[in-house]
């Protein structure tokens, strides 16, 4: 019980405790299941990519896409990243499920249109393994997609892992590969990683862009943070966009690119090509 407990604890990020409750016990025996699951999916290839477009103010088209991992499931139907994502980051079964991802989008970018940009989540456990450059690098040579055409996303978490994780962004740059913070303002948002490290952009927590109508806070934030990433020469992508209203305040706050229900749910790559065809220009109404 205090193992089960320690894992919830850890979990929950540093300093930090927990007790045993009931509820884990039972959560434990699932996530043994789901993990056998698992292993079974990556085997027989369950694990499917959607692209969620990503826009600019300038072009009607999305300039990039985020490549979002589903799990069809044959029981329990689609399976979200929310519900495998961490237990694959407990049990390692990530560092194979993200070397698939990596593999699958770069390939499959060589069919997006207009060239657009493929953006990838990697996770902590990934960017503390030796070879990930070396994957990252395979993948990008077996499917021929330019590097510049590459992106990667971390969330603030990766930060934490210390000087190798520092050593191992800089080699992704040093490839051509784009690095972005994802879910910014969150997690340990320490301005000095934006001056440190690599990256070229940071993306907007959703849960700012979610009250900016009502929340005078959320809105100086994200002013803020537009003015800060302005200022260091970084990109912004707010996350979440489900309005119209949302769109022209950030639009007029000066953000850089929008990606949000709004503008396109995350979709299989067969639809893309289809949707852009019929989809009003949302972006470009006043
Ligand atoms: P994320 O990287 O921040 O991805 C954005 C999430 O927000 C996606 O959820 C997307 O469907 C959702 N989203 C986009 N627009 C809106 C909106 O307008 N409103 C709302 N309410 N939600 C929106 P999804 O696909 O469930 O992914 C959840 C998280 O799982 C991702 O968050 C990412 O951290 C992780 N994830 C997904 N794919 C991978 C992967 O291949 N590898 C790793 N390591 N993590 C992944
Ligand atoms: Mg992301
Ligand atoms: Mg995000």
Known sequence: HADVALYCAKSGGRGNFQFFEHGME?????DHELQQDLDLAVQRDELVLHYQPIFCFSRPEPVAYEALVRWQHPVR????PDDFIPLSEKTGQICAIGDGVMRRACQEAMRLPNDATVAVNISAIELQQ???????QR?????????SRLEIELTETVLLSGAEATKCLKDLQALGVRIALDDFGTGYSSLAYLTKLPISKIKIDRSFIADVMSNTQSLAIIQGLIHIAAGLGLKTTAEGV??????????????DLLQGYHLGRPMPLSDIESHYRSAPVKLMHR
């Open 130 to 136: 030796d070879d990930l450059v070396a994957k990252v």
């Open 242 to 255: 489900e309005t119209q209203e949302q769109l022209l305040l950030l639009r007029a706050a000066g953000c």
């Open 139 to 147: 993948a990008l040579s077996d499917s021929g997609l330019s590097p």
């Open 26 to 30: 039972m959560s434990k025996e699932q």
């Open 77 to 80: 139907g689609w399976v979200t």
